[in-house]
């Protein structure tokens, strides 16, 4: 669950923001099922908008859970990097283990030292295709957040009031220089890029919850309805998504989630369980998952059973349940293992988050 200290005293509220970590988790499949979708031959483009949902996740948490009790710019990234870095590392360093020893298994990976060390420390750069993905893919998002996350915590070194301004004058000046540059080069184009507008938009909800400057229910569910909206209207339209993301996708998440958490300020979000683990494994999920459809196609080639429809259904089981296994298995041991390594120090700030921002990745955190 998201643990989040909002900072009100006119009012008490939820310790525990649920409607976050539904998103979360419809977020995450969301970009599950578009990578199964395109390994089936079809096409669900909306489901990569599950990295807008998780940007503007990753601001509004960033923001309540340091707007109180602020830690220090170096305790806040040490934190983020013990929540991030385990779990994303030994998957990298598992896949290249894998793809150095039975290169069959990736044959369209190309593992060199660069690419490597570039991938474990988030450094945006293009792969012999062209993409601009790490050697885990899904961890592009990382890279956007890992610099959302330094540019956050530079802002931590100003005041309360001025923090929410400087970090978004920050985030559109980077925007507005991007003509000036190469946006072939990746860092430019990662570290410029429009996508970081929504890390913006989560802030300013983020102050507005903390505030207790949410609208009513009835606005709630009537931004809930909008967001929705905007993502169907874009979704059957046919648009070019990546020339106006921001305002194509980005807008329609800012207007989901302000809807869903403004709900749940003005009362409490039913417990639905499978939800709740769904969110709790939305980072495993999203970093796994690609995996588990390549593993389902393969394992389908070869029992000669490969048929689109059994492809997407397939990976969609396959990629939940990895997630979940995941979590269990590896990322909640790792969030047991850092959070004993922190308490056993004295205590430097509020507490965490339970999962990033994904992202997505996707989308994400995410």
Not at 12 to 34: D, K, N, W
Not at 106 to 131: I, Q
Not at 143 to 168: C, I, K, Q, T
Not at 245 to 257: E, N, Q
Request: with cysteine; hydrophobic share 55%.
């Amino acid at each position: 669950m998201v643990e989040l200290t909002p900072q009100s005293e006119t009012r008490q509220t939820p310790a525990e923001v649920r409607s976050i970590q539904y998103l979360r988790g419809f977020a995450a499949f969301g970009v599950l099922v578009f990578h199964a979708a395109e390994r089936a031959g079809g096409h669900f483009g909306l489901g990569a908008a599950g990295v807008d949902v998780f940007f503007v996740i990753s601001g509004f948490i960033m923001w309540v859970v340091t707007c109180r009790r602020p830690p220090s710019p170096a305790q806040f990234l040490i934190r983020r990097a013990q929540r991030i870095v385990p779990l994303y590392w030994g998957l990298t360093l598992l896949v290249v283990g894998v793809a150095l020893s039975a290169p069959w298994i990736f044959p369209a990976m190309e593992v060199t030292a660069e690419a490597v060390v570039k991938s474990l420390f988030f450094v945006p750069y293009r792969d012999h295709t062209g993409l601009v993905a790490p050697l885990v893919i899904p961890g592009w998002t990382l890279n956007y957040e890992m610099f959302f996350y330094v540019l956050f915590a530079a802002g931590l070194l100003a005041p309360v009031r001025l923090r929410p301004w400087l970090v978004s004058a920050a985030l559109l000046a980077l925007v507005a220089i991007r003509p000036l540059g190469d946006v072939q080069n990746p860092l430019w184009a990662t570290y410029t890029n429009p996508l970081l507008l929504e890390f913006g938009a989560g802030i300013w909800l983020g102050k507005a919850w903390a505030e207790g400057r949410l609208p009513g229910v009835r606005t709630g569910w009537a931004l809930v309805v909008a967001g929705l909206l905007g993502f169907a209207v874009a979704g059957v339209s046919g648009v070019d998504v990546e020339r106006a993301r921001f305002l194509i996708w980005g807008v329609p998440a800012l207007l989901l989630v302000a809807g869903a958490v403004a709900i749940e300020r003005q009362g409490a979000v039913p417990n639905l369980k499978p939800l709740q683990a769904l969110g709790d494994a939305s980072y495993s999920l999203y970093l796994v998952h690609g995996l588990a459809i390549s593993a389902v196609v393969r394992l389908l080639d070869m029992a000669g059973l490969a048929s689109p429809p059994l492809i997407l259904a397939g990976g969609l089981i396959a990629g939940v349940i990895a997630g979940l296994v995941t979590y269990q298995l590896v990322e909640k041991p790792l969030m047991r293992l850092f959070r004993t390594g922190l308490a056993a120090k004295p205590a430097a700030g509020p507490a965490r988050p339970a999962a990033p921002a994904r992202p997505p990745a996707p989308t994400g955190s995410r």
